[in-house]
């Protein structure tokens, strides 16, 4: 089954937000077994959206539409359905309600006359839209075995009407496949990709290939490795699977590989000390709160992180860390002993087994030649040893934070897996 | 000139990352004055790669793309030109010394047997990757007038290949445009889009018009009113942009617009501040150090923001905030008493002018019947007074996160403002 996306939102292609529906819908589907076979971004502009609509219905035999049915005059999807199918507009009792009901849920009245939820185009289906205001549209091409499915913007509201609504009706549509499917993913650190197939495993390429379609996927200093499997049996995945383990597990990217699966960084940490009984606390300062805040996107944390002290100004490395005045004098803020000061009294201050600390320099300004833009060192402590490495990263402000955060967490996940 | 983009990146389209291509370029022609017109998802597929190229290439006037030039198998991007223009590959000794020259700068040597960089369409000319190493491509269709670009995927190499090689080429293109172009932006809080154009303002939407383009687009707890306005001089930019604040300024949407352009709240907040050299520390339970990291985000930062205690258990709340172990017992982490505790406590343990304070129930677990998901008890405190206010939000946990911590910026940059 071919499905397909198109995002109405000039706003997207000036700049202004990105899309979040294209990339939920995507993961959501690829969960299920199906997948997107092609997104277009598009202005809220009649003729092109009638253009670009009707393409997508030759091409594939679902299509959904993000975007456009709110209540201002900038929304013009029902317009798409008046003109493409040759429709008119008329009251729709069933959309009225549905308008009535949602209006009530957030202790409002709906009014009609200050919009049009209820005005839609004879023989669409409205949808109900769980979180929000605005009635999706729904259209079956009974001659094609078609649907086109209009949905909000908001990725909450479009999210939801995906969800209870329009995948039902997708699941009824699709003949069951008896395939199986699963995605095996390999995670590696600080090889860049084409040295892992160019020169550390100039045949792992191909020997993926005979298990199924590979990708390579850069990600922040590191590639995940993926290989698309399919099996009639649930054996035979399995065995695919644990020989995909095998052949990882005895080649030379070994060393580099830190977890088997898609779970990210901070998911794997915080179920590793979970496993552990362990917990954890952090000191940041050019992050300011980035590594906290990862951790705790993380449903489950509380059980293990207990904290950590953002010491952007010295006073607070001072006062809240106990980081001595001496050290910060002598060899300034970024540096090897700072750093150290800053793992080892958070874990002590917090009372944790483990912690974590960085003090760099994230930019644009702040740089000097010993210690240009970039720089980082990073603290890790726990009740063996307390230790500090220094790494020299580029890019924008908010990339070095990113990078200067995931290089902490392989840092950590190493030390917390070698502790007994 | 119509510009349009092709992102080649099976990975996009089943969920696994998100594009962030689109919205930088998106995002870097708008501030030129410049816009896109479409932007296309495709998969790593050579047959749709040229029918969707070929598309683009006949809308448009320059066509770019994304992805798919590294060194691996996946990368389909060459033959693409190799189909479309019938152009054999070739050995460019242009493209080899642009991939040697970037081999140099990582110190790696450019070894051309685990690679194919130097290898491309015969006409097509190689574009130098300032930040990565494979070499882009640029073919100018001398007939049509048009450019074809391909640029890689990863966003850092993209962004410096698009802004030295690309853009430069692009303005050549263009017939210089006499208009003045400015996108007047007003940003609000608090009211949904239907109740300002339905309710508040009925006829606000349609004044706008006669200034240009309207858009309203829903943002985190708010929405933004954007007006394109044109002139073809600097003066009349200047009346229309005048006229707008004024009718801004009076209308009943007053008390909830926030600020007047493109800024972020966590960037007015800095810059207030900046203005008033005052400061500001923080103490986060539920965000987790999302308030902190927003708020480092923000270059400059440094001067305002002295930092925050990131205080996930109640131990830490108490050892760390100082929090009073009988107001935990009595009203628990999550109330009015804990959040004024954690604010007061924070600005003078901190030493700041201003601090804010959140504990609340992220899910999805932790809720109860009186504090469901979702609860958040928000604290101000300055040298006048320390008061903390409750709100309820739905959403996932990632989403409560953010509308705790946007609720948060928009009590805060209030209670600056009030203050003297």
Redesign the interface.
């Known amino acids: 089954m071919k499905i397909e996306l198109i995002l109405i939102a000039?706003?997207?292609?000036?700049?202004?937000?990105?899309?979040?529906n294209?990339?939920?819908?995507?993961?959501?589907?690829?969960l299920k077994g199906l997948?997107?076979?092609?997104?277009?971004?598009?202005?809220d502009h009649l003729p092109?959206l009638l253009s670009?609509t009707n393409l997508a219905l030759q091409r594939s035999d679902v299509v959904i539409t993000s975007g456009g049915i709110?209540?201002?005059?900038?929304d013009l999807t029902k317009f798409v359905y008046r003109d493409l199918f040759n429709l008119a507009l008329e009251n729709s009792p069933q959309a009225y309600k549905i308008a009535e009901k949602n209006y009530q849920r957030f202790d409002k009245i709906f009014?009609a006359k200050?919009?049009n939820y209820h005005f839609i185009p004879r023989g669409v289906t409205p949808l109900n839209n769980p979180?929000g205001?605005a009635p999706g549209l729904s259209y079956f091409l009974a001659n094609e075995n078609k649907y086109l499915f209009s949905l909000p913007?908001?990725p909450?509201e479009f999210q939801s009407m995906f969800t209870e609504e329009v995948f039902p009706l997708i699941e009824e549509l699709e003949h069951k496949s008896e395939i199986l499917r699963e995605?095996f993913n390999v995670r590696t650190k600080l090889i860049?990709?084409?040295k892992i197939?160019?020169?550390i495993c100039?045949n792992l390429?191909q020997e993926l290939e005979s298990f199924g379609q590979?990708?390579?996927?850069?990600q922040v200093m590191g590639i995940?490795i993926?290989v698309s499997l399919e099996a009639h049996h649930q054996e035979d995945l399995d065995k695919k699977k644990n020989e995909l383990l095998k052949l990882f597990s005895t080649s030379s990217l070994t060393p580099n590989i830190w977890h088997f699966g898609?779970e990210s960084i901070e998911e794997v940490i915080v179920s590793t000390l979970s496993k552990k009984k362990q917990t954890l606390?952090?000191a940041?300062s050019c992050?300011?709160?980035?590594?906290?805040?990862r951790?705790?996107?993380v449903?489950?944390?509380?059980t293990v992180?207990?904290?950590?002290?953002?010491?952007?100004?010295n006073?607070?490395k001072i006062?809240?860390l106990h980081v001595s005045p001496e050290s910060l004098e002598k060899f300034g803020a970024v540096s090897e002993e700072v750093a150290i000061e800053m793992a080892k009294n958070a874990r002590k201050?917090?009372?944790s087994d483990f912690a974590y600390s960085l003090t760099g320099i994230?930019?644009?300004?702040?740089g000097s030649i010993e210690k240009p833009v970039g720089t980082v060192w990073i603290g890790i402590s726990d009740k063996r040893c307390s230790w500090a490495k220094k790494f020299q990263f580029?890019?924008d402000?908010?990339?070095l934070?990113l990078r200067f955060s995931q290089m902490c967490f392989y840092l950590l996940l190493d030390e917390i897996l070698s502790s007994s």
């Open positions: 000039s706003e997207i292609l000036e700049g202004k937000i990105t899309d979040l294209g990339h939920w819908l995507a993961h959501f589907l690829n997948s997107i076979e092609q997104v277009t971004v598009v202005r092109t670009v709110g209540p201002t005059a900038d009014e200050f919009n979180k205001l913007g908001v909450y995605h860049p990709e084409e197939f160019g020169e100039p390429w590979v990708s390579s996927l850069p995940d993926g898609h606390s952090g940041e992050t300011g709160g980035l590594c906290s805040n951790i705790t996107d449903s489950g944390s509380s992180f207990l904290g950590s002290i953002i010491s952007y100004s006073q607070v006062d809240q201050l917090l009372n994230a930019g644009p300004s702040g580029k890019g402000r908010k990339q934070k």
